[in-house]
């Protein structure tokens, strides 16, 4: 029978109970306070607090244990802990194990092509603003039904690579050489079944890795199969219900994953609460092209990764449909209360000279980024004046008077009267009702009004510009 | 232990038949604790034999494994494991899966698009969204009663549409009639969303007037249900246009977004709003059709227009919400935030929020990352392709119930993507189209997918001919064409997926 009963998370005061109380600092925080309030909501996690004790640190490991397991995948820096939710929905808390996007390779392929294939895989790439991404994990499929060429595809493989693998065969044999072979880099085990499970816990207790559990649309089966490991003392599990992509059955796909998801963090089974994932690449056994296949299937990818699911398995490597994937992944994994500061300062677009206009925003990170890349596009040479507002847009900081004063900080503190030669600010319209209060602030400088939109940017500044220039006694 | 000691133990089958298969496993357990008393201070078990006899079993785990069980229980010696294999589990262990249903008091408005003949319009059909009753694709604990709708986005002056889309609207671009009949006849839009950009008075700046004739013009040109669009951030100008738009369309039952409604800034209860707010809603009350509260990422906002737009006469089934339709990479998480809060709401009964969401990841060709050459992002027009499709996920996923985009081919998948989780019969040519392969080898003997599509529709012939399409392809074409009722979930669709995939 299921375990039931969700078990009700620690209050910031309990958890501070636990922590040293000396308000150090160290963890960036000035007080233990706040930093109770912020492994609370989960903007930072315990151990990040350089002053606990054993007894502490197991009491709060125990008080915020998430309802979901957290399950490592690899090892090293390219390791990925995935699972640890507690929410349905985002708004609720967020979302914490973020999208583990694994590519395949399979044990068919010679081994130049399989070099070959790798070479695709560990060329996509994505940048968000400074930070990097890339494939994170590796699928290998043994198709041949060989142990042994299996395990010569995974030691390929293992070479090559240093990310997260996971060993795909529902023959125990061929798992266990694989396995045997990569034992120290925790792959991920794929798949225990109702036919395999035996062997496949006897593996897993062995060699210690984690192990997904497969039982396509049978969740009766998938929680006594993790029942059963758990009770053989194997619980780092993901669960994989299947992935069904024929018309008619998509829709089952998605109601098994979010069913084991609310059985987990709403209703406490303990049974079945581990990471879920699911596999896009099916959905290519339907298709009978290939460029048709790779859009069908990062589209299901991103169905999946807006619903949270914790690893995705897909075949057809390319930046292209990584790109907006990893985007996507990292706005709904991201913290509804993480910070969104870029740095205060002067930023050059387009190479400006002194003459070119300075436009002013705030350091609210959407702001910033939809401003830049808007200025990116349009290719008009100018400075932008990133403003220090503690992280607020624009319009939030308008309604707190002190948009004023802010600007003039930023103003004398990046030396913006160094940098150009005119005394011209483009502020948004969202702040014209300062434009009084911005004079009065900056007697030497002239406040212009500049669009609504952003997209309204690049023609403003084409059109406007010399004119503003010449109002100020200066020829271009 | 110095010496072996060998120990003999016999077990019998009790008289008369065991009531159950557990008891005798009880009686067994009894049986074994009292040996391993018997055991207590004993430390090795080498040379242990155990004999039984007349033991019959059914529905327990095998004695070997019972006994070792408790053997090991019983010494907790160490050096008990060396002589007794650790128990291998033969059977799992018994659960069962309750789905975790709840029940949800509110539900979703169901709004309808467009009005026939009968209904005092002149649309060929009308369309019908909303009625939610429970979270997006919990179709486990309630009914999602209406397929989403995706309606194509149709620009009335050419908005600069880059290279992927020109291939598609390069030779309408300027017309907008010609490019609404394209998006219908040719690609089979069920719905057509009429941006009116040109009245942009930082732009063109054409008349309301003007707009209103391209709009009766659109209306005589398609037959299919209608949205009238004006974004410009000018309040004003937007419900002009508007207005005279609702007039030349009264009746059609069309859908009036304003994308410029402007609200106090500080919302107090009982305060009066903007003037043309209230003329929208007239509009849309008189001419009968239906507004939309854009409000991005402003939930307050969002219910302050819609109790508005009900006290002032337009019926909750005429409202449709617009969250705020941000593409991927631009806060698409604030969005979805938002339209999970709108369903929280909604579905506790906050009748301020029952409207059906739309969400137009159109939006998304407004970012460069979706049209610009850029080496390192990959192809550009697959992923131009990829970022309206996942932005339209993200919003699907979130429970939107109507689409509106624009490029033809990321249309084309999320409908592929609809026709997989709602199981419609397929009719159209361009419907069984979107589950070929598209690639027109001719291996079937016709020269396009699209002929063959056609021939298999008029039953011409049999999608087996495809040479491409796998098994798994060929079954999800037929049941398409025929859809078991109920849809059917074959485990074995998948169960060998590592060695199938192509």
Not at chain 2, 202 to 208: D, L, P, Q
Not at chain 2, 238 to 254: I, M, P
């Amino acid at each position: 029978m299921a375990e039931k009963g969700k078990e009700v998370r620690a209050s910031p005061m309990e958890l501070m109970k636990q922590l040293p109380g000396e308000d150090c600092g160290d963890c960036g925080f000035d007080t233990c306070f706040e930093f109770a309030l912020a492994i609370f909501d989960r903007r930072k996690r315990y151990d990040e607090c350089t002053k606990l004790n054993d007894a502490q640190r197991k009491a709060l490991a125990k008080m915020l244990a998430p309802p979901m397991r957290e399950v490592v995948l690899g090892v090293g820096e390219r390791a990925r802990r995935i699972g640890g939710e507690e929410v349905m929905t985002r708004e609720e808390l967020g979302f914490f194990g973020k999208t583990v996007i694994a590519y395949d390779v399979w044990d068919t392929m010679s081994e130049e092509r399989l070099r070959d294939r790798l070479k695709e895989i560990y060329e996509i790439k994505a940048v968000k603003v400074k930070e990097a991404f890339s494939a994170d994990a590796i699928a290998v499929r043994n198709v041949s039904g060989d142990p042994k060429k299996f395990k010569e595809a995974v030691k390929i493989v293992s070479e090559q690579t240093d990310v997260p693998l996971i060993l795909c065969s529902f023959d125990p044999k061929a798992l266990r050489v694989a396995v045997e072979l990569v034992k120290d880099k925790r792959p991920l085990l794929y798949a225990a079944t109702k036919d395999n499970w035996a062997d496949v816990l006897e593996l897993a207790k062995k060699y210690a890795v984690p192990v997904a559990i497969f039982s396509p649309n049978d969740l009766d089966t998938l929680g006594a199969i993790a029942k059963t490991f758990a009770k053989n003392g194997v619980e780092d599990l993901v669960l994989d219900p299947g992935t069904f992509t024929e018309p008619g059955s998509l829709l089952q796909t998605f109601c098994n994953l979010i069913m084991l998801r609310r059985a987990c963090v709403e209703d406490g089974v303990k049974e079945v609460s581990y990471p879920t994932m699911a596999v896009p690449a099916t959905i290519t056994m339907t298709v009978g092209d290939r460029k048709k296949a790779a859009q069908l299937e990062t589209m299901l990818a991103n169905a999946l990764i807006t619903k949270g699911i914790n690893l995705v398995i897909l075949h057809y490597p390319n930046t292209w449909g990584f790109f907006p994937m990893v985007m996507l992944r990292e706005s709904v994994f991201k913290h509804p209360k993480a910070e969104e500061k870029v740095d205060p300062g002067i930023y050059e677009f387009n190479e400006p000279d002194e003459l070119s206009p300075v436009l002013v925003t705030t350091n609210y990170t959407m702001t910033y980024g939809v401003v830049s890349s808007e200025l990116e596009r349009v290719k008009v040479p100018c400075w932008l004046l990133v403003v220090d507002t503690g992280g607020l847009s624009l319009d939030t900081v308008a309604g707190t008077g002190e948009w004023a004063d802010l600007l003039e900080e930023a103003v004398d503190e990046f030396n913006l009267d160094e940098k150009v030669k005119h005394r011209i600010l483009i502020v948004g319209q969202v702040v014209a009702e300062y434009k009084e209060d911005m004079e009065e602030a900056l007697p030497d400088w002239k406040i212009v009004i500049g669009p609504k939109d952003s997209t309204e940017i690049g023609p403003f500044l084409k059109e406007k510009w010399k004119e503003f220039l010449k109002e100020s006694g200066i020829e271009a | 232990m110095s010496g072996e000691k060998k120990l003999k133990i016999k077990l019998k089958k009790k008289e008369g038949a065991p009531s159950a298969a557990t008891t005798e496993g009880n009686e067994l357990f009894k049986l074994l604790s009292k040996i391993a008393k018997l055991l207590d201070g004993v430390d090795s078990l080498r040379g242990v034999e155990i004999e039984a006899e007349e033991i019959v079993l059914e529905g327990v785990m095998l004695p070997t494994d019972l006994l070792a069980g408790a053997l090991r229980q019983a010494t907790a010696a160490p050096a008990a494991a060396e002589a007794v294999a650790p128990p291998k589990p033969t059977e799992l262990e018994s659960f069962k899966f309750e789905k975790p249903v709840r029940s949800y008091v509110g539900k979703f408005e169901e709004v309808k698009i467009g009005a026939t003949a009968e209904e005092g319009g002149s649309r060929a059909f009308t369309l019908t969204i909303g009625g939610s009753e429970t979270p997006a694709m919990h179709a486990f604990e309630g009914r999602l009663p209406h397929r989403p709708v995706v309606a194509y986005l149709v620009f009335d002056e050419d908005p600069g549409l880059p290279e992927t889309l020109l291939e598609y609207y390069g030779d309408v671009k300027d017309d907008p009639v010609a490019w609404a009949k394209k998006c219908v006849e040719e690609f089979g839009a069920k719905m057509i969303f009429l941006d009116l950009r040109s009245t942009d008075p930082h732009g063109t700046n054409r008349s309301a007037e003007d707009a209103a004739k391209t709009v009766k013009a659109v209306l005589e040109a398609v037959s299919v249900p209608l949205a009238i669009c004006v974004r410009s951030g000018d309040m004003k100008k937007d419900v002009e246009v508007l207005k005279r738009a609702a007039e030349v369309a009264a009746g059609e039952n069309v859908i009036l977004y304003c994308g410029s409604l402007t609200l106090p800034a500080i919302l107090a209860a009982g305060e009066a709003l903007a003037d043309e707010i209230y003329e929208y809603f007239k509009a849309a009350k008189e001419h009968g059709h239906v507004v939309v509260a854009y409000q991005p990422l402003n939930l307050p906002g969002i219910a302050v227009l819609n109790k508005a737009a009900m006290e002032h006469g337009v019926p909750k089934s005429k409202i449709l919400i617009d969250p705020g339709s941000v593409a991927v990479g631009y806060a698409v998480e604030m969005a979805i935030s938002a339209m999970d809060a709108i369903y929280n709401k909604a579905l506790v009964g906050d009748e301020s929020y029952q409207m059906p969401l739309m969400y137009i990841p159109a939006n998304a060709w407004m970012y460069r990352e979706s049209y610009d050459d850029v080496e390192e992002w990959g192809d550009t027009e697959q992923r131009g392709h990829a970022w309206e499709i996942g932005t339209a996920m993200a919003a699907l996923m979130s429970g939107a119930h109507l689409l509106v985009m624009l490029d033809p081919y990321a249309i084309d998948a999320v409908e592929n993507f609809l026709d997989r989780l709602y199981l419609p019969k397929i009719e159209s040519v361009e419907g069984l189209l979107r589950h070929l392969p598209g690639s027109n080898c001719k291996a079937c003997g016709f020269e396009t997918c699209k002929e063959l599509a056609d021939a298999v529709l008029k039953g011409e012939t049999d999608v087996d001919k495809c040479q491409r399409l796998g098994d798994a392809g060929k079954r999800a074409v037929k049941k398409l064409l025929s859809p078991p009722s109920p849809p059917v979930v074959e485990s074995e669709e998948i169960a060998s997926w590592i060695k199938e995939l192509p």
